[in-house]
Antibody
């Protein structure tokens, strides 16, 4: 059964770049049945899909992020990454890495989540 | 973006009850609807996908129904471990969007 684990700093300063990595174990991102991506959850509880990527294809991003987001894969290391530029306090959230079923587009595997706080 | 509206936002129930949660999409999403359960401090867990298909390992007391814009999650014979927050999510069109959640409390 696939296992996802997020890693990265828990505190980022305003205007800087938030960078997270998701390591995939007991599985591989080299699959044609799933996308790999990110979802965040605000302190109030709302969930927001950020984007995902196919192992050998183009990424899909939520337009709400206004071009600040990039997602990339590292097939050799069995991981994928998120970079969110020009962060503000509004980006403070718990960030989950996820696996999305390619046909049904639901999230069938989640990392445990990592809290990222944007503050000076 | 497709807006997903859940109701109620919270409900009170007891062990053994039948619980029903509804989710409405702002436009037709066919059957591209999934349901998740989330407990405090944990990641959401998929329960239902394609509106009515039970995710592997999920107890059969959970069921989903609906199509187009109106969907329902039903929990039969509510168990102590079912007290949690439930979310719907549409997979019909990017950006994928979630409902606001329904907290099932004792």
């Amino acid at each position: 059964q696939v296992h996802l684990q997020e890693s990265g700093p828990g505190l980022v300063k305003p205007a800087q770049t938030l960078s997270l990595t998701c390591t995939v174990s007991a599985g591989s991102i080299n699959t044609d049945s799933h996308y790999w991506g990110w979802v965040r959850q605000y302190p109030g509880k709302g969930l927001e899909w950020l984007g995902y990527i196919f192992y050998n294809g183009s990424p899909y991003y939520n337009p709400s992020l206004k071009g600040r987001l990039s997602i990339s894969t590292d097939r050799s290391a069995k991981s994928f990454s998120l970079n969110l530029r020009s962060v503000s306090a509004a980006d403070t959230a718990v960030y989950f890495c996820v696996r999305a079923h390619k046909l049904e587009l639901f999230f069938d595997a989640w990392g445990q989540g990592t809290l990222v706080t944007v503050s000076s | 973006d497709i807006q997903m509206t859940q109701s109620p936002s919270s409900l009170s129930a007891s062990v053994g009850d039948r619980v029903t949660i509804t989710c409405r999409a702002s436009q037709s999403i066919s059957a591209f609807l999934s349901w998740y359960q989330q407990k405090p401090g944990k990641a959401p867990k998929a329960l239902i996908y394609a509106a009515s298909s039970l995710q592997s390992g999920v107890p059969s007391r959970f069921s989903g129904s609906g199509s187009e814009t109106d969907f329902t999650l039903t929990i039969n014979d509510l168990q102590p471990e079912d007290f949690a927050t439930y979310y719907c999510q549409q997979g019909y069109r990017v950006p994928l969007t979630f409902g606001g959640g329904t907290k099932v409390e004792n």
